[in-house]
């Protein structure tokens, strides 16, 4: 009788934060992989736990700390290595959490499989292994390996790092200062993530507006590609409105494959506020990128962020960035509540905001926000789209996205994932588009001129005018 081969080591990899934390643990999934290890969901027993952490919010050590236990609790040997930006900023915090055996800081991040490749039989430690550096490398870089997704698109990293010090982000003290990728590895990566199916990728880093070393690298990056076979979409995840050339929104207008899909964080609709904030355009700035790129773009869905309670944010200031939100022709926005985070430079501030009126400012925006995404949804109803479909969802219908961010679902018995088919708006329901599959449509259609509404009313977004794209 043949002896049983060895039972391969498990790994559980939990992700915490921004999608830029969710493309290198893809890559790191894949790594873990290629040495032996079986991937396990988050929660199921396990010999290694990976927890890749986020310091964007205070809640950074409430949720390793529950992260550790809930893994503890049904894995009391599993080893737990724990990285990201809250390995990098609240290092010594970690270390006073039990049963954390390896504390790798940014610097590290991507080398993680080398410390876990030969763990002994008992990992267990007594004290963290640590290994951190107050700098990160500001070379530009490569990244071994191809992402592992369960999903229908797939994270591209392109970049990392920031340089422009927002005075409220602990980022460019945990990422370091701005670097990209090469742009060959990055082909590399895609090639082999269309090659696994993937037909959507976006593009992802902390600013990747600043990708490479001039303004038309990114679109240079973009239009190579454009010429893999296979890949249908490309889409920019969040970028600074200072980053945006007129170019890239003539490209955006003109593309079949470049999603016309613009996330641009705004953060306040009140000077004095941005000034604090140390952005870097002024409300006036803002609104005539935003009608701008809007005119440029027949279609283009602009969402943003919005953060509510910002030190000094009296009540003129959040009606102030209430009435932009409001007038301006927004998809959605997502609305951050502003919490303090050690060492960064709004901690000198004084005038904070009780969390009272933050809790009320946040509910009002996102009942904003609510009400823009509809009227945006119902700007295709009576129209063809094309749908990327992704899952099929509790309410049994089969949803994708459009290329412009609109979740669209249809009710059908066959199995539509990761197939683009074309579809007839009929209506809404909820947060989703609904209609039916029609006959295939041209690819130069995609572009099909919606509407440029931007609501005037004092009091709702439910009465829209048209944007003069030629005043």
Request: neutral net charge.
């Amino acid at each position: 009788m043949e002896p049983a081969l060895p039972k391969p080591r498990t790994v559980s990899i939990h992700t915490i934060g921004c999608r830029l934390n969710q493309a290198e643990s893809a890559i790191l999934t894949n790594r873990l992989k290629a040495i032996g290890y079986e991937l396990v969901p988050f929660g199921q027993a396990t010999d290694l736990l990976v927890l890749n952490t986020c310091s964007v919010t205070e809640n950074a050590e409430a949720d390793c700390r529950y992260a550790v236990r809930k893994t503890l609790r049904h894995s009391p040997h599993a080893f737990i290595a724990v990285t990201g930006c809250y390995a990098q900023t609240g290092m010594t915090a970690l270390q006073a959490i039990p049963g954390i055996d390896l504390i790798l800081g940014n610097q590290y991040k991507m080398a993680l499989p080398n410390f876990v490749a030969d763990l002994p039989h008992d990992p267990k430690r007594t004290t963290p292994e640590i290994r951190h550096a107050d700098r990160m490398d500001r070379d530009d870089f490569l990244i071994e390996g191809v992402g592992e997704y369960q999903t229908t698109r797939a994270n591209l990293k392109i970049q990392d790092g920031c340089n422009f010090m927002c005075s409220f982000c602990l980022i460019p003290f945990a990422r370091g200062r701005e670097r990209s990728r090469d742009c060959d590895d990055a082909i590399r990566e895609a090639e082999g993530l269309v090659a696994r199916g993937h037909q959507e990728l976006v593009l992802t880093g902390v600013n990747i507006g600043r990708f490479g070393r001039q303004e038309r690298d990114l679109i240079n990056l973009i239009e190579r590609l454009e010429a893999i076979h296979g890949l249908e979409r490309i889409r920019i995840s969040s970028i600074e409105p200072t980053t945006i050339p007129d170019e890239l929104l003539d490209y955006m207008a003109s593309s079949t494959k470049l999603c016309r899909y613009l996330h641009v964080p705004l953060q306040s609709g009140d000077d004095a506020i941005l000034r604090a904030m140390n952005r870097r355009y002024s409300v006036k700035d803002y609104r005539q990128w935003v009608e701008h790129a809007i005119c440029r773009v027949p279609g283009v869905c602009v969402g943003t962020d919005v953060m509510v309670g910002f030190p000094g944010e009296g009540e003129l200031e959040f009606a102030n960035t209430h009435a932009f939100l409001r007038d301006l022709p927004f998809a959605y926005f997502h609305v951050f509540s502003y919490s303090e985070r050690p060492g960064t430079a709004v901690c000198r501030l004084s005038n904070p905001v009780s969390s009272l009126v933050i809790k009320h400012r946040n509910a009002t925006l996102t009942k904003l926000s609510r009400a823009k995404r509809l009227a945006f949804y119902q700007r295709i109803v009576g129209q063809t789209v094309s749908v990327l479909f992704e899952s099929k969802g509790s309410h049994g219908l089969w949803v994708g996205l459009t290329d412009h961010f609109i979740r669209v679902g249809v009710p059908t018995m066959a199995d539509v994932q990761n197939t683009q088919r074309t579809v007839l708006v009929t209506g809404i329901m909820g947060e989703v588009a609904v209609g039916q599959f029609s006959e295939p449509i041209d690819s130069s259609r995609r572009h099909n001129a919606l509407p440029l509404l931007v609501s005037r009313s004092s009091t709702s977004v439910e009465e829209p005018v048209l944007l003069d794209c030629h005043s």
